[in-house]
């Protein structure tokens, strides 16, 4: 069997600009819910005083330093860097007519390094953050308002970037809504099961219309949307423990089924008509609805299990997505647990069912580390991580799977999403920085960068099986 990956895979990192970009203000860059949240996309809302500490406000400081970011990612040999924009950057309440011109310039400036270091970027519109305007004057996603302010956000940056960028990819983890609603999709307080699924539907309405403007404006481009890959197993073999899981992947299936598929699923109307949630659907939405993606990407940290028996849910439920654990698997220092052979599994199942590219967007270890008395990180627990999930992507290209690529998260020590923390480290790259803000913030390779290299330049041969 070959042990190289398909020619033209891209392999790569993947960033987010809130959790590496800093320049909170900068620019002429209005509010976030990232900034409004500064422990995290399940932390309270804080009104920002002058002088309160967030460690996200400058965070690694990429604004600034993304030259030096771009060539140590060159020196490993990407092909490929997700980033996101921050919509507030360009629209800095939401609903401007016009967008900032440094906004624009300050991505413009992040492409052609990108461009002369032959790295394709791959852009995220909405990774995790969304202009706090828009959460105030129209309580976010729950409008209708907000599709047309993102409609005139991704047709801007298509047209303006559409020489530049041509892989694109809608809203980050789309299906994280059901878990964290503000940062899904801009819902303060403590939402019904109505008001989550209808801002939803109005986001998987402005996804459809991004992708409809993208085919417009990009026509070599291509654009995709982005699950959480939340894989559940039975926690038994019990029929009704068979069919739970089931169930909790359809929650999360759902997005990707309307997203390419373009229209609701038959399970998912009894789901709201067994709960009696009464969605307002316009016809017109129906029809933005039927323009679908032309590939499906995806992030995959971690799998659970899932029971029909509630005591037993109540008892075993586990990490942050209240997953049950699965008692065959070890757990990550954050409770995050170990699966490569669930990638290959979940690759199967996306492609069996939608039969289109797939693209691993996010996949990474975090760790706390420090360095040596030699200034060293040997991050072997790291190396062998991604091995072992990418000998599982390279079985499942060998099942049949077409793969477009791997971007590697993140391939730079940032700050984490769930709890803003910089003491969960992903990177090949060591940056200092401590939680309270404090460190010179100067970058050092660890032992996987150097392994991360050798695995792009043999396409993947060098990989352990
Ligand atoms: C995904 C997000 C990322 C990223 C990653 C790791 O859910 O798309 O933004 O942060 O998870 O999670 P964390 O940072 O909480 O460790």
């Not at 891209?10 to 970009?21: D, I, R, S």
């Not at 759902?254 to 008509?273: H, I, L, N």
């Not at 067994?274 to 992030?299: G, M, R, W």
Request: net charge negative.
């Amino acid at each position: 069997m070959n042990t190289v990956f398909p020619e033209g895979f891209l392999w790569g990192g993947a960033l987010a600009a809130n959790q590496v970009e800093g320049a909170w203000q900068e620019d002429g860059k209005g509010l976030t819910t990232s900034d409004m949240q500064p422990e995290g996309i399940f932390g309270k809302v804080v009104r920002r005083k002058p002088g309160d500490f967030c460690i996200k406000d400058k965070a690694i400081d990429f604004y600034h330093r993304y030259p030096e970011d771009i060539s140590l990612f060159a020196e490993m040999g990407f092909t490929c860097l997700r980033v996101s924009i921050a919509w507030a950057r360009l629209f800095p309440q939401g609903d401007e007519p016009e967008p900032n011109e440094a906004g624009l310039a300050w991505y413009d400036k992040l492409f052609d390094e990108l461009a002369a270091h032959h790295i394709q970027p791959l852009v995220t519109l909405s990774h995790y953050e969304m202009p706090w305007g828009l959460v105030e004057k129209y309580g976010g996603w729950a409008s209708r308002e907000v599709i047309s302010c993102f409609e005139r956000y991704a047709r801007t940056v298509f047209q303006h970037y559409a020489h530049k960028v041509k892989l694109w990819l809608t809203f980050n983890e789309i299906n994280m809504s059901l878990h964290a609603p503000l940062t899904g999709v801009g819902l303060q307080g403590n939402p019904g099961k109505t008001e989550i699924y209808q801002a939803i539907h109005h986001q998987l309405v402005a996804s459809s219309l991004a992708v409809k403007a993208c085919h417009e404006l990009v026509p070599d481009g291509r654009i995709g949307n982005m699950l959480l890959g939340g894989l559940i197993y039975p926690l038994s073999c019990k029929p009704t423990d068979v069919f739970a899981a089931l169930r909790e992947n359809q929650n999360w299936q759902f997005f990707g089924d309307v997203q390419c598929r373009g229209a609701y699923p038959g399970y998912m109307k009894r789901y709201f008509r067994d709960n009696n949630i009464k969605l307002q659907i316009e016809p017109s939405d129906l029809t933005a609805l039927s323009h679908t993606v032309d590939f499906v990407s995806l992030s995959y940290y971690m799998s659970g299990c899932a029971t029909a028996e509630p005591e037993l849910v109540e008892k075993l439920r586990g990490n942050i997505l209240d997953m049950i654990p699965n008692p065959h698997l070890q757990s990550s220092e954050w409770g995050w647990q170990i699966d490569p052979v669930g990638l290959r599994t979940l690759l199967n199942m996306l492609w069996d069912r939608y039969q289109k590219p797939l693209f691993v967007v996010e996949n990474g270890l975090g760790a706390s580390e420090k360095p040596d008395a030699d200034g060293k990180i040997n991050d072997d627990y790291r190396i062998n991580y991604i091995n072992d999930h990418l000998v599982q992507a390279w079985e499942a290209i060998n099942d049949g799977v077409e793969l477009m690529g791997y971007t590697y998260w993140g391939p730079i020590d940032l700050i984490s999403a769930s709890k803003a923390e910089v003491k969960k480290r992903y990177g090949f790259i060591y940056v200092d920085l401590q939680q309270d803000g404090s460190g010179s913030l100067r970058r050092s390779r660890k032992k996987s960068f150097y392994w991360y290299q050798q695995i792009i330049k043999s396409n993947g041969a060098a990989l352990k099986r």
